[in-house]
């Protein structure tokens, strides 16, 4: 029987994920039932209203679009529930409350830009290029209440080049990353996956960049 899968994410850094679930999902036997995005934004000289970068691609795969007020609204869970999920992937996305990541059979899972738990947080590609570090990496783990804790799924490592900057290490990523979403449904799918604990002796944090950061 075929699996039903939510994508939620707004920015370019996931539309590489939304691309490969969309592509491969006959292949893996799974529907993509629909994609959760942020609302669109006025900005720009002219005052419009942008799409993200996430919303604009899903509407060229002609896939079922929800961009919520809050994620914990009670009509959009109750539209969510109906979906009747197996698994809701995230990736670069903000924070999902408990009513919505707990819906799916076998729960949420999210693609963090650092090898947890290094890096926990909205920034880590610019917190490893601040900090010069020579590799980083892609973690896909479940997901739970507090940010960035769950049991790692999947994790691989890239070196950080010297001419490296947040567009090149960033599109690099990216890619591994839909790579590795397509390996970790396939073994959710077929029962093959093991989860591990975040080692706590190796936890550091990648808070946003602010504007007087820069």
Sequence with gaps: MMKNILFC????????????????QKELNYKLSGVVTIQD?????GQKKQESDVKKLGKKLNVKIFTPTELSDTIFIEKITKLNLDLIIVVAFKKLPEILFKIPKY????????LLPK???????QWALMNGDKKTGVTIFQLKKEIDTGD??????????????MLSLGMRLCKLGAHMVIDTMNQIS????????????????????TKNMT
């Design 107 to 114: 729960g949420t899972i999210n693609l963090h830009a650092s």
């Design 9 to 24: 994410g707004p920015p370019h850094f996931a539309t590489a994920s939304l691309e490969a679930i969309y592509k491969y």
């Design 41 to 45: 934004k006025i900005s720009g000289r």
């Design 190 to 209: 077929n029962g093959s996956i093991s989860k591990r604990k975040q080692n706590s002796g190796l936890i550091s944090h990648a808070p946003k960049i």
């Design 119 to 125: 890096y926990r947080g909205a920034g880590p590609i």
């Design 152 to 165: 790692i799924l999947m994790q691989k490592e890239i070196g950080i080049r010297k001419d490296d900057d």
